[in-house]
């Protein structure tokens, strides 16, 4: 049976859904988050900008290029100017 995990961005609980297995060139499973299908770069990109904003500092300005559709809804909300 799965382990439930927490998508740090919608906050969904339960389990995951698989992407792909692992094999020799992907060393980690990837999950995605079935609510707002956040794989697990989204949401350590999500959890190292809100880590950012609390730093003393922090313009609260970011230029993202090819912002995911995941995260630009959640970004938008955190961030002053999000482009």
Not at 25 to 36: D, I, K, M, Q
Not at 71 to 76: D, Q, R, T
């Amino acid at each position: 049976m799965p382990k439930e995990k927490l998508c740090p961005i919608c906050g969904f609980e339960g389990n995951f859904l698989k992407n792909r297995k692992k094999d020799k060139w992907h060393p980690h499973e990837e999950l995605s988050c079935p609510n707002c299908r956040s794989a697990g770069r989204h949401r350590m990109i999500w959890l190292t900008y809100n880590k950012l904003k609390e730093q003393e500092g922090f313009s609260g300005r970011m230029l993202h290029c090819s912002p995911m559709r995941c995260l630009k809804k959640s970004l938008s909300m955190i961030l002053l100017i999000f482009q």
